[in-house]
């Protein structure tokens, strides 16, 4: 069932935590990706199990077995890449290792037998893009702060390149390491950047108000993700409190030009993919909504996957379900000198995997777009 | 299947527009209240049909056919209380039929040859309850330019009383037609009036970010509501342009003293019930979100229909859903100056049917709970 | 928000595993008798927690906090009646405990410190209404070849009755033990017992094809219970191996008088409550689908929580939503020979906790609809 | 954004009914084949649209507008293949003028003024596949019976080719006209043709209860279709008179050589797509559940779109999402004799646009999978 006709060199990939969602995402992309080899997926949890009874949906592709990492034999891998699609605090410790910052203490904890084998592996040429929180924040005290702990790589932490593939695609082309944006941000970042950028709205009074489907809460086990809690009902969460709010601060800020603050409010809506967010913000004096729909309508026209939609065309999620498009309207407010914009994105797409895939794409000369061309799927 | 032992004299009661939402969900309320008897069901294009068929949830009671309002014979009916839940513009025509506003053209237009009978059937008596939009605005004004034209009866827009029934429940008691609050309205008045009375919050800058379930777009045969469309979704809608913005508007500017303009976007939610508001608000100087909790809860302590949440509690719409319920949570934000007030009803409940019931229990000298004490149904 | 005016003696009441669905439908179902008081509600894991906590929709009302069973101090508590919603096989063991079969045993596991005072707690006269599996089967066999083990209570399980309210009524009224019926036999039973009780359909080739919410599966944390895996999904489950299959064997059997044998598969649908059963049977000779609906209409004209739909009228879920209603419907095949009868019922009333309290009325004399009464939620 | 590299020669096609989901997923799944342009797409009730009113989730590609068919200026559109995504009844109209049936009597009525051009656009090399049930069913008695009404297009009714892929593969490479199973057929069909060729299973006794999203229902306004209707509900539908029960029938009997009938209820469940069917079969004599699986794992071993599961596995409607995938397991009854068969499809891609795809692939001479090889989305 594959692409390729004319069987060209493929890069060798892994993919670090492949039970969860956006694991099975990356997946299903790469699986169609014509460059790319799915050589190693890993799930400590379901080690031993074929990604047939994990998931279901990938059934009837040559993939290997689930592996514990621990168990992995990194000789002979020969990666190329590795998707780290693992829990904040582990990423950083399991990419420090494969990163060789730390010499052998990764090999000693995590791979003990294989140390040498592994040392060979990923002989400094692995690129390595991680979809957990690890990397995303440059300033240690506020990891910290945010992630309970000092962080464990702080050399990798300055290294790493921030994979907002719009803003920063020339650092990503030749980074050793990427750190894939949270969902929230992604969109936030997209609606806003262009617009501190230019200063037509003001730093002070943003208020992203944040919708997003079950997915985005992964597939672990809690109480608050069953069915039963989740359908038929609406839950903020997070209020005032959630991680993405330093996240998409520091980037607006280095927008801006300075610090600013942002209220941000998520809620968990009974559907399985999807995001919106809602942001109303203060407009610079003398300008308006057409002004902001201009900006952003000029910064994206040349980007395949950020859409800035006519005025009153409004964004919603069903149409960028299973793609990696994000969608921008912007909106007059009633109240003088404010604008209401609307961003929607596939949370495990735009937000996740497919963004990961996109900076994969850059890191490796590909056209950027390449596996992720699929239209949404509707209804 | 009736709740009665003691047999008690029972009102006579007429629902108009009984083949929508809220016509449902008054016939299932008032099946179970012990003093009203429903006498007369209307839908003009369900004529002649049973309600097994067009409820079947409501099988099995002793209910008479629908009925074109056309076809009514008012006479015999001796009806005491009317709701209407019928769409706007024709609500102020009917009504003022009913009332007798206009001598006889209502009864001309609408009931010709009985004409007589009507004007014996409801002799002055009879009181009104619109879950319309038709007289909850003061200003015929702002009337005619959110509505798309001039309003019909203008002396009973005066008339009526504004039926949020915790705020005028000594005018309700003594009202004749009651203007039951649009569904949205009622969730975002009971959260700040408060706030805006003890000037703990400022009247600048409140922005109201609204979802609702897919009843509140109600039974008629749009595209935009069928479940293809509304399920693994997430719609904004009518922004900054939504006819429940003024009416949220004329009553904060009554409870704060001083004319307000607010922001508000509604978003339609993949659930059928349910409506919860993030209010974003700038606190007045020195004031905290515990004030505002303070306040809140001050408020509504004797309240049996409002529950304010104590800090960090959470309200979701699965508290509410299928009851006459408001739950309502304050916190803190991250930005300085600010808070975000949550606040959750079951549209079709507090929203809609419940409260017109809780005012029907105020009008009638009942008990304001009476039927309106059954607990939320999760999951 | 009582509904007691004349303030009746109340029973005392005690729920064991309050932090279920089925608990919760206890809680809500109960807080409504006007005859009942609640002064007991247990689970384990969440102990220590208040039931808003665990329920937010059971929020302000006058409840105690949950406890560990162990910690149960029973003296005092004078319980009158127990629902016992723990998983099977725990409780046999309770209630084998609560009911003395065993003298001292229970105590000396469970409660160790308090066995007098529970001794004399519990006197003779308290009544348990059991919601597990573990009372259902009568076959002792049976019940060690499907649920995995002896049975721990052997004389109990004899005399316990089994809870299908229109059946065992008289017996019912007389028990000390009630083993309340799956939710899938509830449906099954009800559509299938007259028909074969009178012949009209043969034993052999009886097809039961069954759907549920995902509320039948309870709050366990189960991957295939989150919401990204039962949502926009439909998983048939337990083929041909579903535990339900022989209790409506049991049953069907003593209604015709013979042994037999059915087909039952279950399907897991993205709702929260609900279930439908479509079931193929073969039709006696000369018989006709008409024939299976008078014999219907029939049996359960007189009883108030079974509806039997009129020709071409077809059941649908959304009829019995919160309510304690089934719902059964007659059809011709185009198979000469066959016919199709489909039932509906809300498996968390019904099925579950409406069903149980329809037992405790009968068994303490109530009216049988006491708190029962409430229409269906929809939508 | 498209994948052409080598820039192919494309054929032209046409989509008639372009409004409907069936249309929107030929497009979404045409736009990105290599060898096929959409030059011609319409709907008669959206005609002037841009697809992005109508389709927001297939903005941002190049596509003409809706089009009224009457107003379709023929000449010069060269059209090589047309989708007809019509309803019944004004399919066979407008495909008879199409393939010139009748002369001039379809241009007549539906492109009066340009005859002359429409005679030389089609000149008789056009391909039609029709996903309409029109051309279906073979005999002329049964289509006016399920159908209301004669055929009108009877020569063509005979010659056109049931278009189940897998089944008629090399009369579809020579046709010029296919009628695309229905989506139920299409399930129904791939899971027991074989079993009834190879006669393990007996032709009496087949009972298909048949699962399926909303999407099946189409995007006609509807009451039944709405959100509110839909979504916490089941729905039965259609029993024992559904139009695809013949049409299952007609193919099984060519299966097995003799006629048969079979027992089949749809429901409605509320997701969007999916179709799950649940069969219940009797074996041969001496047959086993294992026997059918095998037979079914070797038909359909080289076929890339049919995945027939290992013992134990369980077919999810999860796995097709998207897809044109079939998954079909295979289960033992508990009652001797019997076995069940589930299969699991999308409804609008293998279903219906799919698998029209996979025909005009064949009748082109491309690789049967261009453009279907896309993976399911889960979640």
Known sequence: MTVSDSNPKKIRAAILGASGYTGAELIRLLLRHPYVEIVLITADRKAGQSIETVFPHLSGENLPDLMAIADVEWAGLELDVVFCALPHATSQRIIKGILHETGHDFIDEMVIEQSEDYANAIKGSVKVIDLSADFRLRDAAIYAEWYGGEHDALSLQKEAV?????????????????????????????????????????????????????????????EANLFTEVSEAMHPYGIAAHRHAPEIEQELSVAFGDELLITFTPHLIPMNRGELETIYVNLSAGKTADDLRDVLATRYKDEQFVLVLKKDNVPTTRQVRGSNNAVIGVFEDRVPGRAIIIAAIDNLVKGSSGQAIQNMNLMFGYDEATSLEQMALFP
Do not use: Q
């Open 162 to 222: 921030y994979g907002l593939s719009e803003y920063y695609r020339e650092d990503i082309k030749k980074a050793r390491l990427v750190a894939c944006p949270g969902c929230y941000p992604t969109a936030a970042l997209l609606a806003l950047i262009p617009l501190l950028k230019e200063k037509v709205i003001s730093k002070d009074g943003i208020i992203i108000d944040a919708k997003s489907g079950a997915s985005g809460a992964g597939r672990s086990l809690k």
